[in-house]
């Protein structure tokens, strides 16, 4: 009697581990089904995993709930022990309990991206991360002082800090993260365009050589000029000569700009700020936006050249000058429309 009931709950066993082992590997949806996502809060228990992925699918969550234990199954299928990692993750109409498991315990979650473009300023940069959807802002009331001691960065100014990039991020991510890699990724960069730079460039900082790039990025409108502008500005330095550059003084401006209609004035020209390289000679205090890798390659790999000058051709390229005079002719012809 004993020996019958040992067989006939070992036979039970078996047939529900080979249910379980088939069933493991059937797409959680049917095929018409719309794709939709499930989300392991942190701390969740196998139960209330299995839970969550039976309210999402309609799947079984009893049959969920042994698998996601761990039990091994008969039939050679491998048993995934790790445990669950929290996340959202996308469940597809064709995707399998297994193959969800194998998404969880791997952390492959949904992925968003946020894109933070060369030459923005740090307040553009803000307000595209507090936009950020399904990013937890937690630095959206710190002041930028406070977000900079936030990420360990308490003796720099944000501006320039950052590298502009495509940054991906899983839901209900921290803000405070982004904004951690992406001040780790500018360092780095920052320091290898340093340490390769032209020996001949007369900069005694890293930092100088940021807020060189800087400048170089507001001011380049076509990417095969980058190199040259930076040219320029290296032999104004060399020489003493003032910058003249109109995105430093826009910087100056601050608002002002924006309610000037985007219009820089005679009077803006001559009024006196940190950052006016009309009334000051050399670079100003800092960084006047956030700076990509061919800017900072181009300030410290300057192009060699005689020029002095360039203007905009209107088209996106500039035109490059030695002299005052051959510098003039260029503005009455690109900007003043003479012949």
């Given at each position: 009697?004993?020996?019958?009931?040992?067989?006939?709950?070992?036979?039970s066993?078996?047939?529900?581990?080979?249910?379980?082992?088939w069933?493991?590997?059937?797409?959680?949806?049917?095929a018409?089904?719309?794709?939709?996502?499930?989300?392991?809060?942190?701390?969740?228990?196998?139960?209330?995993a299995?839970?969550?992925?039976?309210?999402?699918?309609?799947?079984?969550?009893?049959?969920?709930?042994?698998?996601?234990?761990?039990?091994?199954f008969v039939?050679?299928?491998p048993?995934?022990?790790?445990?669950?990692?929290?996340g959202?993750?996308?469940?597809?109409?064709?995707?399998?309990?297994?193959?969800?498991?194998?998404k969880?315990?791997?952390?492959?979650?949904i992925m968003?991206?946020?894109?933070?473009p060369e030459?923005?300023?740090?307040?553009?940069?803000?307000?595209?991360?507090?936009?950020?959807p399904?990013?937890?802002h937690t630095t959206?009331?710190?002041?930028?002082a406070?977000?900079?001691?936030?990420i360990?960065?308490?003796?720099?100014?944000?501006?320039?800090?950052?590298?502009?990039?495509?940054?991906?991020?899983?839901?209900?991510?921290?803000?405070?993260?982004?904004y951690?890699q992406?001040?780790?990724?500018?360092?780095?960069?920052?320091?290898?365009?340093?340490?390769?730079r032209?020996?001949?460039?007369p900069?005694?900082?890293?930092d100088?050589l940021?807020?060189?790039?800087?400048?170089?990025?507001?001011?380049?409108?076509?990417?095969?000029?980058?190199?040259e502008?930076?040219?320029?500005?290296?032999?104004?330095?060399k020489?003493?000569?003032?910058?003249?550059t109109?995105?430093t003084?826009?910087?100056?401006m601050g608002?002002r700009?924006?309610?000037?209609r985007?219009?820089?004035?005679k009077?803006?020209?001559?009024?006196?700020?940190?950052?006016?390289t009309?009334t000051?000679?050399?670079l100003?205090?800092?960084p006047?936006?956030l700076?990509?890798?061919?800017?900072?390659d181009?300030?410290a790999?300057?192009?060699?050249?005689q020029?002095?000058y360039?203007?905009?051709?209107?088209?996106?390229?500039?035109?490059?000058?030695?002299?005052?005079?051959?510098?003039?002719a260029?503005?009455?012809?690109?900007?003043?429309?003479?012949k």
């Amino acid at each position: 009697m004993i020996r019958r009931l040992l067989s006939l709950a070992l036979l039970s066993i078996a047939l529900l581990a080979g249910v379980v082992a088939w069933w493991v590997n059937q797409p959680l949806m049917p095929a018409s089904a719309v794709a939709t996502e499930v989300t392991i809060d942190a701390g969740s228990s196998s139960k209330g995993a299995a839970a969550s992925v039976a309210r999402a699918t309609g799947a079984s969550q009893w049959l969920l709930l042994a698998w996601f234990r761990g039990a091994s199954f008969v039939g050679g299928l491998p048993s995934v022990r790790k445990p669950i990692r929290a996340g959202t993750y996308a469940i597809e109409p064709h995707l399998t309990p297994y193959g969800l498991l194998r998404k969880m315990v791997s952390g492959d979650e949904i992925m968003l991206s946020l894109t933070i473009p060369e030459g923005w300023t740090f307040a553009q940069m803000r307000a595209a991360m507090n936009r950020a959807p399904h990013l937890k802002h937690t630095t959206a009331n710190l002041s930028d002082a406070q977000l900079m001691a936030a990420i360990g960065k308490s003796d720099l100014r944000p501006e320039g800090r950052f590298f502009p990039d495509t940054y991906a991020y899983a839901k209900n991510s921290t803000d405070l993260a982004i904004y951690k890699q992406a001040a780790s990724v500018l360092e780095k960069r920052l320091q290898a365009a340093w340490d390769g730079r032209s020996p001949t460039l007369p900069l005694s900082s890293a930092d100088q050589l940021l807020t060189l790039a800087s400048i170089v990025e507001k001011e380049t409108g076509k990417p095969s000029d980058r190199a040259e502008i930076a040219g320029v500005f290296i032999n104004r330095l060399k020489i003493g000569m003032l910058l003249q550059t109109d995105p430093t003084v826009i910087y100056g401006m601050g608002e002002r700009f924006a309610q000037q209609r985007n219009n820089i004035r005679k009077s803006d020209l001559q009024r006196d700020t940190p950052y006016n390289t009309y009334t000051r000679a050399g670079l100003p205090p800092g960084p006047i936006a956030l700076v990509g890798k061919a800017a900072l390659d181009a300030a410290a790999h300057p192009k060699p050249t005689q020029a002095l000058y360039f203007v905009a051709r209107g088209d996106g390229s500039s035109h490059f000058s030695a002299t005052l005079r051959e510098h003039n002719a260029a503005v009455n012809r690109w900007m003043r429309g003479a012949k």
